[in-house]
Nanobody, 117 residues
Framework: QVQLVESGGGLVQPGGSLRLSCAAS????????MGWYRQAPGKERELVAE???????NYGEFVKGRFTISRDNAKNTVYLQMNSLKPEDTAVYYC???????????WGQGTQVTVSS
């Protein structure tokens, strides 16, 4: 199984920025996909950003240009740069990775992001 270690969450003021990191236990270049979901209390888990197997980037509709997903293959790490944060961005952010086989995703433990004044 793929081990995922998330970091970078915390408390920020509205308009501030955070960069989340997700370090994988194996080469991320060989993975089918990798990215981030988030879940707020009482809400369903929703896509934030992801890489497809072809390297394309997909973003959730709510991002509207504020977030950027990137990766460092040498470090086996995927990043999520979050700018212009809003209180509604408050959630637990989960990293995921997906192999070509088996196709079921692996999940990190989650990191809390709180946007509040």
């Amino acid at each position: 199984q793929v081990q995922l270690v998330e970091s970078g969450g915390g408390l920020v003021q509205p308009g501030g920025s955070l960069r989340l990191s997700c370090a994988a236990s194996e080469s991320i270049s060989s993975l089918r996909g990798m990215g981030w979901y988030r879940q707020a209390p009482g809400k369903e888990r929703e896509l934030v950003a992801e890489f497809t197997s072809g390297g394309a980037r997909n973003y959730g509709e709510f991002v509207k240009g504020r977030f950027t997903i990137s990766r460092d293959n040498a470090k086996n790490t995927v990043y999520l740069q979050m700018n212009s944060l809003k209180p509604e961005d408050t959630a637990v952010y989960y990293c995921y990775a997906r192999r070509f086989y088996p196709p079921s995703p692996y999940w990190g433990q989650g990191t809390q992001v709180t946007v509040s004044s």
